[in-house]
């Protein structure tokens, strides 16, 4: 069955750096684009970016354009979100997703929570 | 991009239906088809109910149903079990090719 398993979060300083991983797990995870989706506590889901089976086709919401990079290692069948320059707006529990189309999403990690805290 | 406008709560008994608006823009709801929505329970991770606007994955309910007029998309809930108490999200797909999410309506079953 489909998994998704991220790791990577914990707390960092305003200004540092976090590189989270979803590992995938029972299909073909080179057929998918894939997606990071964040939900700050007592918030709402936020769609952060998403990133095409080859890794050449790559979008990011407006809030992490030049602080978040999404890449993949398809022979790894690995998903990354390097985070830099975090802000305490950043706190949030951050999912892997695999798309199925145009940005829609049946499987779902478990997340894993980046905190932003001095 | 601005949130997909949702209604914070809603509520209905046991048995009664309900409705979820979710309302976008001609450049997210009205000009695409490919409107999702989530259950979300406390602590876990969402749960897609309908895509497409009116698709269900299977394995959900056929309780469960999406439409979309115009602009805006709503989810009803028919026959409401206690197990339906979530929160539930919108989404959609837009003309930047990102998503939009709505802010979320969290469902009570009194």
């Known amino acids: 069955q489909v998994q998704l398993v991220e790791s990577g979060g914990g707390l960092v300083k305003p200004g540092g750096s976090l590189r989270l991983s979803c590992a995938a797990s029972g299909f073909t995870f080179s057929d998918h684009y894939m997606s990071w989706i964040r939900q700050a506590p007592g918030k709402g889901l936020e769609w952060v970016s998403h990133i095409s089976q080859s890794g050449t086709i790559i979008y990011y919401t407006d809030s992490v354009k030049g602080r978040f990079t999404i890449s993949r290692d398809n022979a790894k069948n690995s998903l990354y979100l390097q985070m830099n320059s975090l802000r305490a707006e950043d706190t949030a529990v951050y999912y892997c997703?695999?798309?199925?189309?145009?940005?829609?999403?049946?499987?779902w990690g478990q997340g894993t929570l980046v905190a932003v805290s001095s | 991009q601005s949130a997909l406008t949702q209604p914070a709560s809603v509520s209905g008994s046991p048995g009664q239906s309900i409705t979820i608006s979710c309302t976008g823009t001609?450049?997210?709801?009205?000009?695409?088809?490919?409107v999702s929505w989530y259950q979300q329970h406390p602590g876990k991770a969402p749960k897609l109910m309908v895509y497409d606007v009116s698709n269900r994955p299977s394995g959900v309910s056929n309780r469960f149903s999406g439409s979309k007029s115009g602009n805006t998309a709503s989810l009803t809930i028919s026959g409401l079990q206690a197990e339906d108490e979530a929160d539930y999200y919108c989404s959609s797909y837009t003309r930047s090719n990102s998503l939009v999410f709505g802010g979320g309506t969290k469902l009570t079953v009194v």
């Open positions: 001609s450049s997210d709801v009205g000009g695409y088809n490919y």
């Open positions: 997703a695999r798309d199925f189309g145009w940005l829609q999403f049946q499987h």
